[in-house]
């Protein structure tokens, strides 16, 4: 997601600038990570992972609506009450999301998502405390391996600020297919294919889903294909290429846990409506994916790792099991500022495939994934934001 300066200038003046003015503040804030409008005086904002009220208001709902169709005007889509749900990208990378009546019956609602203007680096995250080096290093050394990860969590949680750093520990002579409902993915890899899924017009015409352009991923001569988020039947698809020899996918999902990730992906492929028996989807899901790294927005507002886990067979009744190889653990919370104090720690499992991995000379020994004795307590409840 290239930003284009000169197009978010020029979006920016005029006219844009006029319908604009009681969010440009707003827009213009690089410590904010998301402005919602629910109405022309109920503008709330996200400021590191915090939620709150902005004093900043428009005139009444015909001025939100206005700026509201500036913004997809200005993208090329339309809102109207045939089609109340727009999702538009503004040229600084910023994804906003319209929604109106009837599907809103309260009114016109927008949700515009903030990206840094730099994109983050695995340095980054370190020192933000969102992952330790040496699980960094550990999931760079699966990305080498060409496992297949899926990156889970809840909404707001980064999850595609994690996939956007593992992505750039892809060797840079892969070819790299990136398939999205909107573009969102800061992946600058050398050789990078880039699919965006579009919505029908009003009369039902030029619609492309992710599961056409999922099947068109495969006909490119992929390295790997990474989907920005798996919402639905492409879920079955990517699994029956991960098993087929497409190895080193990722992607991200809605989910909390590593198990509920599987659940998950395993709902999402019924809706793929081929009529596999519930137990050959679970049997692939399984031997499909290697990795589950599950992103967790805290009570406190900070984002971390919270658990990564292999994915292990099916046990004898079918179902899911996991091997967890990282969790983070809550030492203490500050009573006075709330912000919580901990370390995403080694559990004392080695992965299933580590001395496979270690003869094949990737850089992995027994001492990352042992727990230090002292620590040896149980993992204290995460305290989770929604």
Known sequence: MIQDNSSFNSFMQGASRVFLTPILPLLDDKSITEIMINGPDKIYIERSGK????????????????AANIICQFVGKRYSTETPR????????????????????????????????????GDDLVRFGSVTPLVLNFLKTMIEMHQNIIVAGGTGSGKTSLLNVLGRYIPPDERLLIIEDTQELQIFQEHVVRLEARPPDEKGRGGVLIRELFHSALRMRPDRIIIGEIRGGEALDLIQAMTSGHSGAMGTVHATRPLDALRRLETLCLYADTGLPLTAVRT?????LHLIVCQARLKDGSRKIVEVAEVLPLNESADYRVNTLFAYEIDHVDEDTGKIHGALR??????????????QGYDL??????????????????????
């Open 51 to 66: 939620l709150q009220k902005t004093n900043a208001q428009f005139k009444d709902s015909k001025a939100l609506e206005a």
């Open 86 to 121: 727009v999702d538009a990208r503004l040229p600084d990378g910023s994804r906003v999301h319209v929604i109106g009546p009837p599907a809103c019956p309260a009114g016109m609602s927008l949700s515009i998502r903030r990206f840094p203007d730099k994109p983050l680096m």
């Open 284 to 288: 692939q899901v399984a031997s499909a």
């Open 346 to 359: 080694a559990q004392g499992n080695l992965p299933t495939f580590f001395e496979h991995a270690v003869k």
């Open 365 to 386: 020994t027994p001492q990352m994934f042992m727990r230090d004795p002292e620590l040896a307590k149980p993992n204290k409840q995460l305290e989770l934001s929604h």
